[in-house]
Every structure is written in structure tokens, then in C-alpha cells.
T-cell receptor
Framework: DTGVSQNPRHKITKRGQNVTFRCDPISEHNRLYWYRQTLGQGPEFLTYFQNEAQLEKSRLLSDRFSAERPKGSFSTLEIQRTEQGDSAMYLC????????????FGSGTRLTVV | GIQVEQSPPDLILQEGANSTLRCNFSDSVNNLQWFHQNPWGQLINLFYIPSGTKQNGRLSATTVATERYSLLYISSSQTTDSGVYFCAVFSGNAGNMLTFGGGTRLMVKP
């Protein structure tokens, strides 16, 4: 069990640029989740995959955001035309087919839009 | 949607002291999880506890689902316990989405 891996750890980008983050879940976990956490707040749900299918999306996931999990393994989260309000920690988590053991989170990608 | 409230929002302890953190939720939930977020931002799973009581070393948790609350007990606190403690409940269409509370920010002083 190597844990959930996220890359990059930090990203600084200029407003208007596109950014992409990657998440590698625990290998036997078929469920993958993206959350966003702003300073001083708890994480907020963005989207959820079961294998390669995106099954649930939050209203927070505007049309500038897109997430993929093409082969049911790693996932990418892309933000187009970044805005300063996108600055946050983006967290990925994975879980087994039944969430009996709960989620395991990665270390997150901290995005700063300048 | 479901509301999750944690108390107290901030807590300062002297090393060695005990504490109780509370989590109230507004609706019936399938399950509940407690996390510790360390100063580097990593969310560490403490307990997955739909009901009853679990213990892990100096930490224990109790969930009373029928009364819509959960408690996290920290005994003999250490400086490494500092950080933010989050309660999160499972909701959503398939019961997979976590809704987090606002957290309890704990500082343990030596």
C-alpha cells in the first residue's frame, strides 16, 4: 500500500493559464474522489469516479473544470482559464469498492493563481 | 444538504491534558469518518465509525447515529497531536460523498 500520490505538490500559475493535476490512487481502490480546500475551511467535494466512469459532480465543478480517469487508474483534474478564486488545495482520495474502511487522501496539490 | 458542525472551533491544551471534540450532523448519515490534518496539509484517517466506539492508542471515538453526533477523545495529549481535526459524514446519491465540518484547530503546548 503506497498511498495516494498527487503531483505536483505546489503549482503557481498566472491568471488565465490552464493547469493540470494528477492523482494516482491506491492500486486496489476502484473509487477516486477530488476535493477542494480553501484556507481555514474543510474540504469540499468536487467529483467522484468509479473505475473510469464519472458518477457524481458537484455544482462547484464549473465548466472550466474537467476531470478524467481514462483507464480507471490515475486521474487528472484540469482547470482552464484559471482565476484567483481557484487558489486552493486540491485533494484526491481513493477507496475500496465498498467504503467500509473509509477514504485515504493524498497530500494534495496547492494551487496559487497570481 | 446535510450540515456538519464541529465544536469547539479552536482548542489550546497543555501537553498531557485530555480533550473531547464534538461533531453534530443535521440528518441521518450512513457513516462518519474522523481525520487529522497535519501542518503540511495531509489528511490522516483516524476512525471510520458509523456507530459505537472505537479506540486506537490515545484516541477513541464514539458515534451515536440516532442522536446525530460523534465525539473524538484525545487523552494525554502530545505536541504532535496539534493540527486540525475534521469530522466528515457520508452522503450523496450513492453515499460516497463526504461532507466535512469546519474543523477543530488544536494546539498542544509543551
Amino acid at each position: 500500500d503506497t498511498g495516494v500520490s498527487q503531483n505536483p505538490r505546489h503549482k503557481i500559475t498566472k491568471r488565465g493559464q490552464n493547469v493540470t493535476f494528477r492523482c494516482d490512487p491506491i492500486s486496489e481502490h476502484n473509487r477516486l474522489y477530488w476535493y477542494r480546500q480553501t484556507l481555514g475551511q474543510g474540504p469540499e467535494f468536487l467529483t467522484y469516479f468509479q473505475n473510469e466512469a464519472q458518477l457524481e459532480k458537484s455544482r462547484l465543478l464549473s465548466d472550466r473544470f474537467s476531470a478524467e480517469r481514462p483507464k480507471g487508474s490515475f486521474s487528472t483534474l484540469e482547470i482552464q482559464r484559471t482565476e484567483q478564486g481557484d487558489s486552493a488545495m486540491y485533494l484526491c482520495a481513493s477507496s475500496r469498492p465498498t467504503v467500509v474502511y473509509g477514504y485515504t487522501f493524498g497530500s494534495g496539490t496547492r494551487l496559487t493563481v497570481v | 444538504g446535510i450540515q456538519v458542525e464541529q465544536s469547539p472551533p479552536d482548542l489550546i491544551l497543555q501537553e498531557g491534558a485530555n480533550s473531547t471534540l464534538r461533531c453534530n450532523f443535521s440528518d441521518s448519515v450512513n457513516n462518519l469518518q474522523w481525520f487529522h490534518q497535519n501542518p503540511w496539509g495531509q489528511l490522516i484517517n483516524l476512525f471510520y465509525i458509523p456507530s459505537g466506539t472505537k479506540q486506537n492508542g490515545r484516541l477513541s471515538a464514539t458515534t451515536v447515529a440516532t442522536e446525530r453526533y460523534s465525539l473524538l477523545y484525545i487523552s494525554s495529549s502530545q505536541t504532535t497531536d496539534s493540527g486540525v481535526y475534521f469530522c466528515a459524514v457520508f452522503s450523496g446519491n450513492a453515499g460516497n460523498m463526504l461532507t466535512f465540518g469546519g474543523g477543530t484547530r488544536l494546539m498542544v503546548k509543551p
